[in-house]
Structures are given as structure tokens and as C-alpha cells.
């Protein structure tokens, strides 16, 4: 949503430069949820081309960031993932791959900032709650937290009006099944069979903290891509640390082709 209420429909969306790719690799402890504000922050523009910004990447919805982080990592790397995996029978590593794009998305476009719905079994207790759905600031906000009480957190920020008596337990699980049957969401499940034992199991797969530890990965690899276009070609770091990966490797592939050359 933006500033407004009004929903952010269209956005434009850069591939990461070297400058996040450093950010990332001088980071490695900062959590998934403020580095993909962070990056979202630096990468998004809105339709007009003003960059979105890092309060409003905050304010995306957890399902809309996922997508994105997607979005950018086939900009990024490309299509294909390539992972490796530890059978939970035999320990042995596998490696799997699969296309990016190939990820199912469940598309739920919101029409409003916030929801009612009435709660209640009896006539005389039933009574309208108010809830929103979680973002990346709700993500951030839990992130100390262990998992029943970021689960508690993340509930309480959310829901806005519980109608002037508190929820039950029951009432509260079906808030929450609404809220998910409502928030959009990236959900990818794995199904490996391991070549060493042949025991098949499903495995969730975090695209996005997969693409994080993909890029800080590379830091010595970035770091000696700088260095070789610094030496030939007389940039400053910053000059280069602009380009995006693509446009980096792309001059990096004619100065060894020159370089062969002579």
C-alpha cells in the first residue's frame, strides 16, 4: 500500500548491482526480512520511476517481498537454481535443480488495507474483528523473538480490533486461516528422492534466503572482479560497484578475450 491507503499495483524492478552485492557481503548477519527491505528498497521504482524506497518495501506484504525477491533473483542470476540438499535418512548430499520461474505463486490481489469479518458462535457473542495482513515491518519487528512469541507478536500487530473482548483460541485460529487464505504467498516444496538410499521426501524450499546466501557467496569473486576492471581499465570502485552483474561479467568476458589476444 502506499501513502495513501491506495494499493501499489505497478513497479519497476532493477537487477542488484554490485553496490547490493557488496552490501550483502558485508552484512552476512543481517536477517532475511531488513536485508530484503534493504534491497527492495534500492531496486523497486514505481511506475513513474521513483525509487519506492525502503519505508514502503517495508510496508509490502510478506508474500509480495517473496514474490519480488523471486522477480529479482531471475533478473539477477537467471533462471536456474541449483542447490544442494542432505538426505534426512542418510545424510548424503544431493544436488537439485529446478527453474525459477517454475515456483508457484498463489495470486491474491488486495483491495483493501484492512479486513473485517465476524466472529462468534453464539447470536448474542458474535462481533466483527479487525486485521490486517502481515509485512516485512511485522517481520522485522519479531525477528528476537523464538517462534511461539513471534507467532504472538506478529498476531497481535496485525489484528487491530478484536471487537471489544479478547479472542478465544479458537477465534484467534480462525482469524489467522483467514488472514492466510487471503495474503498472497510463494510456497515451494522440494520432492527428492535420494540417489544413495532411495528414501523420497518433501523438503520446504526459502527461495529468498536462498538467493541471499547465493550473492554473499561471492564476495571474494566480487571482489576480484573490481580489482581486474580497477587495474585495466583505471575505474573507481564505486564506478564499477554500479554496473549490475551482467554488465560487470559482460566487460570482464571482452577484457580477457583482448587480453588472450595479445
Do not use: K
Amino acid at each position: 500500500m502506499l501513502e495513501d491507503g491506495a494499493p501499489l499495483r505497478d513497479v519497476l524492478l532493477r537487477p542488484l548491482s554490485g553496490s547490493e552485492e557488496d552490501w550483502l557481503a558485508h552484512h552476512p548477519r543481517t536477517p532475511s526480512a531488513p536485508a530484503v527491505t534493504r534491497l527492495l528498497g534500492s531496486c523497486l521504482a514505481r511506475s513513474d520511476g521513483t525509487p519506492l524506497g525502503q519505508d514502503l518495501a517495508r510496508r509490502l506484504l510478506v508474500g509480495d517481498r517473496d514474490y519480488l525477491m523471486l522477480q529479482l533473483r531471475r533478473l539477477t542470476l537467471g533462471e536456474r537454481v541449483s542447490a544442494a540438499l542432505a538426505c534426512p535418512a542418510c545424510s548424503a548430499r544431493m544436488d537439485v535443480d529446478f527453474n525459477a520461474g517454475d515456483v508457484p505463486v498463489e495470486w491474491r490481489p488486495q483491495q483493501e488495507a484492512t479486513y473485517t469479518m465476524t466472529i462468534g458462535r453464539e447470536a448474542t457473542a458474535r462481533r466483527q474483528v479487525r486485521y490486517r495482513l502481515p509485512t516485512g515491518a511485522d517481520q522485522e519487528a519479531v525477528l528476537r523473538l523464538n517462534g511461539p512469541e513471534a507467532v504472538d507478536m506478529l498476531f497481535s500487530r496485525c489484528l487491530l480490533d478484536d471487537g471489544g473482548v479478547a479472542l478465544t483460541p479458537d477465534e484467534r485460529t480462525t482469524v489467522i486461516d483467514v488472514m492466510e487464505e487471503l495474503a498472497p504467498r510463494l510456497d515451494l516444496e522440494l520432492d527428492v528422492t535420494c540417489p544413495e538410499c532411495g528414501h523420497s521426501f518433501e523438503v520446504p524450499f526459502d527461495t529468498t534466503a536462498f538467493f541471499l546466501a547465493e550473492i554473499r557467496g561471492s564476495r571474494q569473486q566480487l571482489l576480484r572482479e573490481v580489482h581486474i576492471l580497477a587495474f585495466y581499465y583505471h575505474w573507481s570502485e564505486a564506478d564499477i560497484l554500479d554496473l549490475p552483474r551482467e554488465r560487470r561479467r559482460s566487460y570482464l568476458s571482452l577484457l580477457s578475450d583482448a587480453l588472450r589476444q595479445d
